[in-house]
């Protein structure tokens, strides 16, 4: 339900829709591969952080940061720009410009996590109330028993091959609980509407656009300037008048839209903000240019709505609408706030965050 703050995960099924929260593809990936963890029945206490995973290196709103949640976002982007780049591009001439790129993400990215505490506090939601810590702990017991089947140690180091801990997990399940008592606050304070006559206005209104996307894959084994001409040559072809559904079918890699006459319905605050910018910005029966985002390179048309498709489909658009006017507000929040490192921090870089384990 809350808008993704970080960069979004590399997505060719579509268009880079947001997700729970930071690299939550990686939390999700957990559920995903329970076959990999055995049936030892070892303590839950062997899931605890250490001392040093616990002490705090930042600071945002008055909260303080833990290590492990900041080695968490540094070590993953890290592995994102390697990716990107090479392994050692840290040693090449751009390394220092990158490196720099990098800390800014990680200390922004920090700052966006702590924006559902900071909200939460404005609404007057204790985030250690008992209520919320029993809705994380129930939700951890169920991955601990239908996932992990009770294998903590087996659990923990899966986690860890991901960078991420225990401790960890339970802050974005914690963010996830506090997204919903902070919705329903809004719900209860008319901030989001929710009245059906409201929805119904909105989603038939400007502020739901229909269209239809072509997407050149980022990760299909060719360069960036190999797929960006590639889609500019696509471009091309749409404005010369191509058939748009029939350019989508026959060269396009976004799987939701194989044989989906429908495209997507959108609101404002659910997918990748360029993605958004372009296609609230056509008129229907309008072609964007090449759109760049992580999931790739991509083309839009906007198409009238259907009124069927609205009517059928009204309770699931009617949510996306509702939490992206909630994914707003969040992100306004987060541009409002700043990690601050503390002094323990400055022993620590990208480079031996690994020896913290």
């Not at 993400?105 to 404005?122: C, F, H, N, Q």
């Not at 989906?260 to 360029?274: C, K």
Request: proline letters at 3%; glycine letters at 8%.
């Amino acid at each position: 339900m809350i808008r993704n703050f970080c960069r979004d995960r590399k997505a060719p099924a579509g268009p880079g829709r947001k997700t729970v929260s930071l690299l939550f593809v990686l939390t999700l990936a957990v559920l995903l591969f329970s076959g990999l963890l055995s049936c030892r029945k070892n303590g839950a206490s062997s899931l605890s952080s250490n001392a040093v995973e616990t002490a705090a290196v930042m600071t945002v709103d008055g909260f303080e940061v833990p290590l492990e949640i900041y080695r968490y976002v540094a070590l993953n982007y890290r592995a994102d720009y390697e990716a990107a780049h090479s392994p050692d591009v840290w040693e090449s001439a751009e390394g220092p410009a990158l490196l720099a790129e990098l800390n800014a993400d990680v200390e922004g990215t920090v700052a966006r996590l702590y924006a559902t505490l900071s909200l939460a506090k404005d609404y007057g939601i204790d985030a250690d109330d008992a209520y919320i810590r029993d809705a994380v702990d129930a939700r951890m017991k169920d991955v601990y028993e239908d996932t992990a089947e009770n294998d903590y140690e087996a659990f923990d180091a899966y986690l860890r091959t991901y960078n991420m801990t225990d401790g960890v997990y339970r802050f974005i399940l914690r963010n996830d609980v506090l997204a919903e008592e902070l919705m329903a606050k809004m719900v209860e304070r008319g901030e989001i509407p929710s009245d059906e006559e409201s929805l119904e206005a909105a989603l038939a209104g400007p502020e739901f656009v229909r269209i239809k996307q072509i997407l050149v894959p980022s990760g299909n084994g060719k360069s960036d300037a190999e797929n960006e001409a590639r889609a500019k040559e696509l471009l091309s072809m749409a404005e010369n008048g191509e058939d748009f559904d029939t350019l989508v079918q026959k060269y396009g890699g976004d799987l939701f839209m194989f044989n989906n006459s429908d495209g997507y319905y959108l609101a404002r605050g659910t997918y990748h903000e360029a993605f958004e910018n372009a296609a609230f910005s056509l008129g229907v029966g309008e072609i964007s240019g090449v759109i760049r985002t992580d999931a790739g390179w991509s083309i839009l048309k906007r198409y009238d709505k259907e009124a069927g498709y609205l009517a059928e489909h009204f309770d699931d658009l009617a949510n996306d609408y509702m939490s992206g006017l909630y994914n707003i507000r969040l992100e306004e929040r987060a541009a409002e706030l700043h990690a601050e490192p503390t002094e323990l921090l400055s022993g620590y870089t990208i480079f031996n965050l690994d020896t913290t384990y």
